[in-house]
């Protein structure tokens, strides 16, 4: 009695249409999972190398810097544009740029 098992090796392979459907998903997925562990290598490190200033030295902090405004030579006083506004606004919603400035006080 000679049993002869014959093994047929029938390996299935997908579809080239199957193919091109699970590529492009496959692609974004392992892009995902390597930006995300990325973006957790940098935060660890940002949290290790974030220093501490001692108390003195956030004493001596720089002082603040005062800026000035300077109008240009065409601009109109804060008198001649509420004038304008007063002037432009006659009738208008009280609304917008026109808020308060519908009816003289």
């Known amino acids: 009695m000679s049993m002869s098992i014959s ?3 029938t390996a299935t392979t997908l ?3 199957v193919k091109a459907r699970w590529a492009p998903l496959l692609l974004s997925a392992g892009l995902a ?3 995300t562990a990325a973006d957790a290598q940098t935060s660890e490190k940002k949290t290790k190398t974030k220093k501490t200033k ?3 030295a956030q004493a001596r902090a720089k002082p603040s810097v005062k800026v000035t405004h300077q109008p240009s030579p065409s601009e109109e006083s804060s008198a001649e544009r509420e004038r ?3 002037r432009e606004c ?3 919603p009280n609304a917008g740029a ?3 400035y519908t009816r003289k006080p």
């Open 15 to 17: 579809p080239a249409k």
């Open 54 to 56: 001692p108390p003195a």
């Open 84 to 86: 304008r506004l007063y």
């Open 90 to 92: 006659q009738g208008r």
């Open 7 to 9: 093994s047929s090796s």
């Open 33 to 35: 999972l390597c930006l």
């Open 98 to 100: 026109c808020l308060g």
